[in-house]
């Protein structure tokens, strides 16, 4: 069994940053792309920030140059760094990872969210 855990979300100011991260835990035996996804309330999920296993990244246009995702395979971690934060970033947070498990073949996972609210 493999878990998502996210962390990081809250509330913040215009202008403001926010890291967010999402462990992965379990019989893991190698981690591949790992993607951030968000979701405004009414509106459809959107694709934020991916990084694939050798480190390759893309962004979504909105998030360009203020938006950083990164990993850390010791740790089975991805993080998203949030700088300038905006009042149209306010979402909840989704991770996503296509993880190879012990003994089996690679599977995609979801975490549970974590809510990133900017307001003033």
């Known amino acids: 069994q493999v878990q998502l855990v996210e962390s990081g979300g809250g509330l913040v100011e215009p202008g403001g940053s926010l890291r967010l991260s999402c462990a992965a835990s379990g019989s893991i035996f190698s981690m591949y792309g790992m993607v951030w996804y968000r979701q405004a309330p009414g509106k459809e999920r959107e694709l934020v920030a991916g990084?694939?296993?050798?480190?390759?990244?893309n962004y979504v246009d909105s998030v360009k140059g203020r938006f950083t995702i990164s990993r850390d395979n010791a740790k089975n971690t991805v993080y998203l760094q949030m700088n300038s934060l905006k009042l149209e970033d306010t979402a909840v947070y989704y991770c996503n990872a296509v993880i190879g498990v012990i003994g089996g073949s690679p599977q995609r996972y979801w975490g549970q969210g974590t809510q990133v609210t900017v307001s003033s």
């Open positions: 990084i694939s296993s050798g480190g390759n990244t």
